[in-house]
């Protein structure tokens, strides 16, 4: 038999197995990750090899550079996940991997690695899409979780509110129509003179400043769940660049605590306001910016004052991880998803409402 009729075989036997066990391979930015997760909900190992002190000199990702250093990490690190899982190859049931989107070299690393070893292995290989596996992040932090609900979707890539109807049926009520809120977090902090990544430190430094500053989004969008945030991140840059020029003194603390309050008021607001609206009773939070929190604050609160129910991920869940691909990758084989060739690539961009690949 062929290698695709020997996984078609075994992808159909999987549907209806009692326990299955994922091996998941994320490396779409910066992250070298590998975990094995057992039905979708229990991490037997996630081991994460971070590229951020190699970045942080550059002041952002550069590509060619992450590439080069997930080929020198993803064996070690694949290595590594087995020995904490206490398992062999021999234990897994399929390979999932991260195949978009992301920077194409960098996610070049992981699918190829991952072909490697499923044809190595005679093992299904999952095609997992990296938004649909940060909202499964949810999954391993709240194991009573369940679709439906709203999902607002926050990372350096893409910020959107979905209706997550069921665990592969996604329904994207809004996106951002610019910039995503991740890259306006960090284009702010590169402003300010932050280190990379931008994101933790505007969240660090806004908890010493007062919100003074009254910076705004585009009012054209209030009537929609679409987002835009070039405008408050041209303001900010104007308000800098002016102060600089005139010598006059501005406390970045101040500015940071006003940016984070305005980005985090309309992301709570319109998240909120569409679980009312399409009568869903849980909100949940994905992505790198759902660490945020203030932003967490904000929509806790508003949940409470809503009677809604509010998640998020666990710290280590919401940056980028192997877990969350081989949750989502569980839901997939259950539904008989993604089961991709051995001439899958890359993608760079990927539908959010789509699990097609």
């Known amino acids: ?35 094995v997760v057992k039905n979708g909900r229990e991490v037997l190992a996630n081991v994460v090899s971070s590229q951020i002190e190699i970045h942080r000199r550059f002041g952002g990702v550069v590509p060619e550079v992450a590439s080069r250093n997930h080929i020198l990490a993803i064996s070690n690190v694949y290595k590594e996940a087995l020995l904490q899982a206490k398992l062999t190859e021999k234990d897994i049931d399929a390979i999932a991997i991260t195949y978009g989107a992301g920077l194409m070299g960098a996610l070049l690393v992981g699918v190829n690695f991952a072909k490697g070893l499923a044809y190595s292995l005679q093992l299904p290989l999952i095609a997992v899409s990296h938004v649909h596996g940060h909202i499964s992040a949810n999954y391993i932090s709240h194991t009573e979780l369940k679709p ?12 959107a509110i979905l209706q997550v109807e069921d665990y592969n049926k996604f329904t994207m009520l809004g996106t951002t129509v610019d910039d995503a809120v991740g890259e306006a977090f960090d284009k702010v902090a590169r402003v300010l003179g932050l280190p990379y990544p931008g994101g933790p430190e505007i969240d660090r430094l806004a908890k010493q400043g007062k919100p003074v500053y009254k910076f705004t989004v585009s009012n054209s969008l209030k009537n929609t769940y679409n987002f835009s945030f070039s405008g408050i991140k041209t303001e900010v840059v104007n308000l800098v660049h002016n102060a600089r020029q005139r010598g006059k003194e501005i406390l970045n603390q101040d500015i940071a605590s006003s940016f984070q ?13 569409a679980c009312k609206n399409y009568g869903f009773k849980d909100l949940v939070v994905a992505g790198g910016v759902g660490a945020n929190s203030r932003l967490k604050e904000r929509l806790a609160l508003l949940c409470n004052e809503n009677n809604l129910n509010f998640y998020s991920p666990s710290l280590k869940y919401c940056t980028d991880n192997g877990a969350m691909i081989g949750s989502m990758a569980y839901y997939m084989i259950r539904d008989g998803l993604g089961l991709a060739p051995l001439s899958l690539t890359a993608k760079p961009n990927v539908e959010l409402n789509k699990n097609a690949f």
């Open 1 to 35: 038999m062929s290698y695709i009729e020997i996984v078609k075989e075994k992808f159909e036997k999987l549907k209806t197995k009692k326990d299955i066990i994922v091996l998941s391979i994320e490396s779409s930015c910066d992250e070298t990750s590998i975990a």
């Open 148 to 159: 439906p609900f709203i999902c607002l979707m926050v990372s350096g890539g893409h910020t």
């Open 261 to 273: 309050e305005c980005v985090t008021k309309e992301l709570a607001e319109k998240a909120v306001r």
